[in-house]
Each structure stands twice: as C-alpha cells, then as structure tokens.
C-alpha cells in the first residue's frame, strides 16, 4: 500500500465512526414511563418521574424494580444467575433491563399526553 491509501482509509475510518457516533447520540431521547412485559404479556405501564418500588411475583419468580430519579433498575431477583440486576439504570427510549429466566423485560417508552404510545410515522 502506498502512503496516500493509507491516509484514506483512515480517514474514511474517522468519517465512519463519527457518523457511527452521531447517529447513535441523536436518537437517545428521554423517555416518560417503562413497561414491564412477562412473556410477550404486558404486566404494566410506569411513570419515570415518581419513585416507587414494583415487585413482580408470578409463576417463573419475583423481581423487584426500582424507579428513583427518573431512572429505572432491577434491585432484586431470585434468578439462578441474577444478571439482571448487574445491567446499568435505566432512562432513555428503547433501554432494556432483560431477566432471561423469568421471561421480564423492562423497557422505557415515551408516550405522548393522551396515553397512546407514539410508535412511527405514517404517510
């Protein structure tokens, strides 16, 4: 290789990762409320913005989730493996908190004022 295709490759490398980089940033909003599903099953809807505490029991375990800042995390779970609980908090649009085991995902959403969630645009 010559000198001048080694300056372009990298600087097609730098290129693709700034754009890597911005798109992914763009696309973090804050979201409004969580959902927790139980095997494809919604168990329930949750507003960000007030601290409480959710304690899930049914057939496959219990977890427990915590809302606090705006934040969302799994404080407690009796899966054999608990990775659950390792996964970071909680805010932003589309962040997931998976417990493999017990089939539960929390997933935050961002719903508009009348309840329904926004969930594409349509032509």
């Given at each position: ?7 372009l ?25 969580i ?20 304690e ?27 990775y ?14 998976v ?10 959403i ?6 329904s ?7």
């Amino acid at each position: 290789m010559k000198k001048r295709d080694i300056y372009l490759v990298l600087v097609l490398l730098i290129i693709a990762v700034l754009m890597f980089v911005f798109i992914n940033m763009s696309h973090q909003t804050a979201g409004n409320r969580i959902r927790i599903t139980i095997d494809g099953e919604v168990y329930g809807t949750y507003s960000l913005e007030d601290d409480q505490t959710i304690e899930i029991k049914e057939d496959l375990g219990i977890n427990t989730v915590q809302i606090k800042d705006g934040r969302a995390k799994m404080i407690e779970a009796d899966c054999p493996d608990g990775y659950c609980m390792d996964q970071n908090e909680i805010s932003r649009e589309n962040e997931t908190i998976v417990c493999l085991p017990h089939k539960l995902v929390v997933e935050v959403i961002l719903e508009d004022g009348t309840g329904s969630e926004i969930d594409g645009i349509s032509k």
